[in-house]
């Protein structure tokens, strides 16, 4: 089978080939290097390829194998990390010059678990500075672009891991979401993204972020290989005190079950207030499929979400906190985008931020009220598909909204609500726009129910009019 064409398929197909010694790590992780750098020039996706490294891991991959001491689905299989997660030993940059030479002595903990389960790194991921935004248009590090339009964005803040996915360059790449950070990548590069629940997965060594709604998520090519990489980060960290104790279920064990007698929530208000009509046509259908697959439809109503704004002044208070040290020692060295958005933070009045606080709270016992009603919440990913590159502003019923900086939150108005929450969601593809721009739909299931959100996931990705579509910029094209 040619180097390409190993690429081209699924954790889950190609797993086993690893386990019966059909498939070499070494002749893997080599084709995945070479579709690295034949591809950085064009999607701009790492901020460093570990090519040394990434051998060495493929080697002791390989004679482990050999010597039949298989460690599971991840063994031998390249991976990308975003260049906000700790490596011990690598730069780890966040994508600005403030941390350009800053080099970690510990693993975050996802990072080993990973490493432990025997994955391959084949590099950092290129992201949105700080992970402060929704396009990964980094000023120091330059644009990641879209494989499935070159001058579109690929999403935000890990786009560089989206883009590798979609292009064939990684099987899986980790990711942060604190407001959609991994779930807008995967509907504008058309992969799988995953917020599971906040306190599922450890966020120990996650570096410079807010503790309130951040999580650790993977971007992979389908629902059954997010629930791969989903079983090796999930579980218990007894130093993230965020980290809840809480069993982890076989979660592949729920992939092709039936979704008869499953009630399927549809919000009446909010989620499609402000939408793109092709974005909603594509949802729409979506939700159609669903239902002819077995689910029920219930309309549910939120009415606390036209309080939703109020949450971005903790956010404001959140982000001083986390840049104060940086903003004294290193102010000369941030883009403005982010500099921007985060001085804004220190003008928060602690009466404000406790407001801010108890909305969330009134918006967390809403959602815990109407998923009591319904297994599952379905809403559109984003509102629109990939903007492009250059674009200032979107125009929504009449208005601009900001793409990037202060008041840019057009883009993650579906996605950051969970965040708040602290709900699992999980982006998947529904079909692309005209232009051949990718669409996606999310599926929220209660708090850790992840198993139940790939069972309907799954069930969807199966009938979706995404299946067997590539991008233009993909490895072999």
């Known amino acids: 089978m040619p180097n390409v064409e190993l690429l081209q398929m ?10 019966n010694k059909e498939v070499s790590p070494v002749e893997l992780t080599e084709a995945a290097l070479a579709a690295a750098d034949k591809l950085q020039p064009t999607i701009n996706s790492f901020i460093k390829i570990l090519h040394d490294k990434a051998m060495d891991q493929a080697r002791e991959a390989e004679a482990d194998i050999s010597r039949g001491n298989y460690r599971g689905p991840l063994h031998g299989i390249p991976i990308g990390l975003k260049d906000n997660l700790a490596t011990a030993g690598i730069t780890t940059t966040l994508g600005s010059k403030v941390l350009a030479d800053h080099v970690p002595e510990e693993d975050a903990e996802v990072v080993k678990r990973c490493r432990d389960a025997g994955a391959i790194f084949i590099g950092k991921e290129n992201l949105e500075e700080f992970a402060a935004g929704a396009t990964s248009n980094n000023p120091h590090y330059g644009a990641v672009r879209n494989p499935w339009g070159l ?28 407001g959609g950070s991994v779930r807008l990548p995967g509907t504008f590069c058309g992969v799988v993204g995953l917020k599971q629940s906040f306190g599922r997965v450890s966020q120990r060594g996650l570096m410079v972020t807010s503790f309130n709604g951040d999580h650790i998520g993977p971007m992979t090519r389908s629902v059954a290989d997010s629930a791969l990489v989903l079983q090796v980060l999930a579980g218990n960290d007894p130093l993230d005190p965020s980290s809840v104790p809480v069993p982890v279920p076989d979660y592949s064990a729920y992939l092709g079950k039936s979704l008869h007698g499953l009630k399927m929530g549809v919000p009446s208000n909010y989620y499609f207030e402000m939408l793109d009509a092709e974005v909603e046509e594509a949802v729409r259908r979506s939700i159609a499929a669903l239902e002819e697959l077995g689910a029920e439809m219930v309309e549910v109503s939120l009415p606390a979400m036209e309080y939703i704004g109020a949450l971005r002044i903790s956010a404001m208070a959140d982000g001083i906190v986390t840049h104060e040290q940086f903003l004294k020692s290193n102010r000369e060295d941030y883009g403005p985008d982010v500099l921007y958005r985060t001085i804004p933070g220190q003008f928060v009045l602690g009466r404000d931020y406790s407001k801010s606080l108890k909305v969330q709270r009134i918006i967390q016992e809403e959602y815990a ?48 609500p969970f965040n708040a929450t602290g709900l699992p969601a999980i982006s998947v593809p ?23 959100m790939f069972q309907v996931a799954d069930c969807y990705e199966k009938v979706s009019p995404s299946q067997g579509l590539r991008p233009a910029a993909f490895v072999g094209a």
């Not at 699924?10 to 080939?17: D, R």
């Not at 590798?164 to 790449?173: C, H, K, M, P, Q």
């Not at 984003?382 to 200032?392: E, F, G, L, S, T």
């Open 151 to 178: 001058d579109h964005i690929p999403g935000g803040s890990s786009g560089g891991g989206g883009a590798n996915v979609a292009a064939g360059v990684t099987f899986a790449s980790l990711g942060t979401d604190l």
């Open 430 to 452: 529904c079909g692309v726009t005209k232009s051949g721009l990718p669409i996606g739909m999310q599926v929220i299931s209660r708090p850790f129910e992840e198993g139940l």
């Open 369 to 416: 009220q109407v998923m009591q009603q319904v297994d599952f919440l379905i809403t559109p990913t984003a509102p629109v598909a990939a903007p492009r590159i250059d674009a200032k502003y979107i125009t929504m019923n009449g208005e601009e909204h900001r793409v990037r900086g202060p008041g840019s939150s057009l883009i993650s108005r579906c996605t950051s």
């Open 10 to 19: 699924t954790i889950s197909e190609m797993a086993p080939k690893i386990q």
